[in-house]
């Protein structure tokens, strides 16, 4: 198998805090790789990394094979970035700011402009002063400006940002384009994740600087990822019954829903309507549900064992 990036016990330290602990990551070439974690998870730290712009203070990064240094120009070359919010020269017009960024880069194709701001829908703007774009537009002409000199590595934090759902769309088909067609290796952080369950490839999760799963999608997939979800009168009887009576170990109270999700299968659902019965707790309703990537995730940010 190739790797397009490979981490090895990568770490960063703040003030002698860990903010990046020992993380192996594996990115295979060609794929779309999803980055999820909530914010202050250290996605952004660990990109910065990646792209030269941070110095680990342990571990190795091998990108193309080979171990990124101080003075890996050529290698940085072939990367291509959005590292948190893109920024831009505001007077300057969407091309001038393409020109300059060619420029800086070596790249000398002329009508490298033209198709990037044409791949991200930035039509009949190319003129008009950067101040004057709206968030979404400025989010796309920062994907152009990361695209532009066709990169064989693709790092890209939190791109959807300020995009309505209809530019959420076309940034997705934009990316399974660059992959598919292009043969770019994509990194994508974000934190909606029913975009990442559309596009991804592997999904890799990282909470409090550790990466607590790195697995292609349809293995996540095919987990025994089922459960039943419980709304009952009395949440706080319900609880003791379920983990003093039934011996459950391996379910959680979601408050914002207002339901149990119980992810164990040592009892079935009419040992549950049974027990709940017995000690007069109302059931308002009990039924099976296929998990989310959603679910998946919440799951692991709260440390609930993740069953499969």
Same mark, same amino acid.
């Given at each position: ?5 490979? $981490?090895?016990? /990568? $770490?960063?330290?703040? *003030? ?14 060609? %794929? ?51 590292? %948190? ?36 829908? /930035? ?18 002409? *920062? ?18 940002? *300020? ?79 379920? %983990?003093?009576?039934?011996? /459950? ?50 799951? /692991?940010?709260? *440390? ?5």
């Amino acid at each position: 198998m190739t790797y397009m990036l490979r $981490t090895r016990q /990568l $770490t960063k330290l703040y *003030g002698g805090v860990e903010v990046v602990s020992k993380v192996n990551m594996n990115v295979r070439r060609g %794929e779309i790789y999803g980055f999820l974690g909530p914010n202050g998870a250290g996605k952004t730290t660990l990109m910065k990394m990646i792209t030269g712009l941070v110095r680990p203070t342990e571990g190795e990064i091998e990108i193309m094979g080979e171990k990124l240094q101080t003075q890996s120009y050529e290698m940085l070359k072939k990367i291509g970035s959005i590292i %948190e919010y893109p920024r831009f020269y505001e007077r300057l017009s969407a091309e001038q700011n393409l020109e300059l960024h060619c420029e800086y880069m070596g790249y000398y194709k002329k009508e490298a402009i033209a198709e990037s701001l044409q791949l991200v829908n /930035l039509v009949n703007v190319e003129k008009k002063p950067v101040k004057e774009f709206s968030l979404g537009m400025k989010q796309r002409l *920062g994907i152009a400006r990361a695209i532009i000199t066709k990169p064989e590595f693709l790092i890209l934090d939190e791109p959807v940002n *300020g995009l309505d759902p209809i530019g959420m769309h076309e940034i997705r088909d934009l990316f399974f384009k660059l992959s598919r067609q292009y043969g770019m290796t994509l990194i994508i952080s974000s934190h909606i994740l029913a975009e990442m369950e559309q596009i991804a490839d592997t999904i890799g999760v990282i909470r409090e600087g550790r990466l607590v799963v790195e697995a292609p999608l349809e293995d996540i997939r095919n987990k025994q990822t089922d459960h039943l979800e419980l709304m009952v009168s009395n949440h706080t009887g319900a609880a003791f019954v379920l %983990e003093n009576e039934l011996n /459950l170990t391996n379910f959680r109270w979601r408050e914002d829903k207002g339901v149990f999700q119980i992810y164990d299968h040592k009892v079935n659902q009419s040992d549950i309507v049974e027990a709940m019965v017995r000690r007069r707790i109302r059931i308002d309703s009990i039924y099976q549900r296929n998990q989310s990537l959603e679910d998946y995730f919440l799951q /692991l940010m709260e *440390g609930v064992e993740v069953n499969g």
